[in-house]
């Protein structure tokens, strides 16, 4: 039996996929943490299930703003806010703002956002044990 793909190219189509992975493995990961708070939001809908669900979106987003967007938004940002006469302090405080401050914002609001929601269901959890004849 001859195989329709040659070794070198199964190589190459191997390596691909690892550096593929490599890359992107935070995004697939928050991307499953997405997935599953959509499951748990339609499945048993409750602020848990939103939490995790917004707490891995804005994981997500964080990612790609670190690996995508911030050379491009803060070079359009200081180009257009350019004047005649440049502004270093100003254009110092833009750089801290887009490249420091808003990517450590991001992450530090995902990952609060799903502790939140560990919390929240610990707290419910507890009401529950503490009263199981109230419906809460």
Do not use: C
């Amino acid at each position: 039996m001859v195989s329709a793909i040659s070794p070198d190219i199964g190589q190459s189509m191997m390596v691909t996929l690892y550096l593929m992975f490599s890359h992107n493995y935070e995004a697939i990961a928050y991307f499953s943490g997405m997935l599953l708070g959509i499951a748990l939001s339609v499945w048993k809908p409750s602020r848990f299930s939103i939490f995790v669900l917004l707490g891995f979106a804005v994981l997500l987003f964080s990612f790609e703003y670190d690996k995508h967007i911030i050379t491009g938004l803060r070079n359009q940002t200081l180009l257009s806010l350019s004047t005649a006469q440049p502004h270093l302090r100003f254009q110092r405080l833009i750089n801290l703002f887009i490249s420091e401050f808003l990517p450590i914002f991001f992450y530090v609001l995902g990952w609060g956002m799903i502790f939140m929601s560990i919390i929240y269901a610990g707290l419910k959890l507890n009401k529950v044990k503490n009263h199981p004849d109230k419906d809460i």
